[in-house]
């Protein structure tokens, strides 16, 4: 049997309850949802395009700390709280994934941990497997 291994980097924020930044099990990378929390600070970056940029950070440190990239993303759940805000956060999230873009899920929440206003986490190919 496989063993799950977890993921942790500081260069993203510290689990805010019971549950892993990332684990990676055989040939995949399951990344928990990041918020826009600035890991130096643990403080939310304050404007929406800012939490977005952060979050898409926040992962890639854990991607990288796993050995990974975004072009290993396969799949991206993202949690929006205004929907008003799809376009703007479209164009941030493509400054990411430019040629390589993941299936992805944009859903719309009405809260999300410490007022934040996105959410992603992602499922990713291990290239350590």
């Known amino acids: 049997m496989q063993d799950i291994q977890v993921i942790h980097s500081d260069k993203a924020p510290a689990a805010l309850g019971p549950y892993s930044q990332a684990l990676a099990f055989g040939g995949l990378l399951f990344l928990s949802g990041q918020t826009g929390l600035d890991p130096a600070t643990g403080e939310l970056v304050p404007d929406f395009g800012?939490?977005?940029?952060?979050?898409?950070?926040?992962?890639?440190?854990?991607?990288?700390?796993?050995?990974?990239?975004?072009?290993?993303?396969?799949?991206?759940?993202?949690?929006?709280?205004?929907?008003?805000r799809f376009a703007e956060f479209n164009a941030i999230y493509g400054e990411y994934f430019r040629e390589h873009k993941?299936?992805?899920?944009?859903?719309?929440?009405?809260?999300?941990?410490?007022?934040?206003?996105?959410?992603?986490?992602?499922?990713?190919?291990?290239?350590?497997?």
């Open 50 to 84: 800012g939490q977005v940029r952060r979050v898409l950070d926040n992962l890639g440190a854990v991607l990288a700390q796993a050995g990974a990239g975004f072009n290993d993303v396969l799949s991206a759940d993202v949690f929006l709280t205004d929907m008003a």
């Open 102 to 129: 993941p299936a992805r899920t944009t859903v719309a929440v009405a809260a999300l941990p410490k007022n934040g206003l996105v959410e992603i986490r992602f499922l990713a190919r291990n290239p350590k497997a």
